[in-house]
């Protein structure tokens, strides 16, 4: 499987968008994850039991196809909204956006 972010990368995504509530990438960053969960266990469940393996094929090749669309949409949120790629901060518009919703509750 293909990645485009690393773990940490992911999990800098998470904790930056959850800080400043912002909780849509947070959601791709953890859908991005679970896939990649789902894949590893369709490959170890490929290998180790006696059910046919074309079942755990098709479906790990439906999480990396799946996978792969997600990452491209994380690339597009983060390049969509100016986060910084080499740190993974947030953009200073979106959080002034959630300071000002704060501060008029």
Request: proline share 3%; aromatic share 4%.
């Amino acid at each position: 499987m293909d990645k485009q972010f690393t773990e940490q990368q992911l999990t800098v995504i998470v904790e930056e968008a959850m800080l400043y509530m912002c909780a849509c990438p947070a959601q791709v960053a953890e859908q991005v994850r679970r896939l990649r969960d789902l894949y590893k266990y369709q490959v170890n469940c490929e290998s180790s039991t006696k059910t046919d393996p074309k079942v755990h094929q098709i479906i790990a090749r439906a999480a990396a196809e799946a996978h792969a669309i997600m990452e491209a949409c994380m690339d597009e949120i983060l390049t969509l909204e100016g986060w910084d790629r080499n740190t993974l901060s947030m953009p200073e518009g979106l959080r002034q956006m959630r300071d000002d919703l704060i501060e008029n509750g």
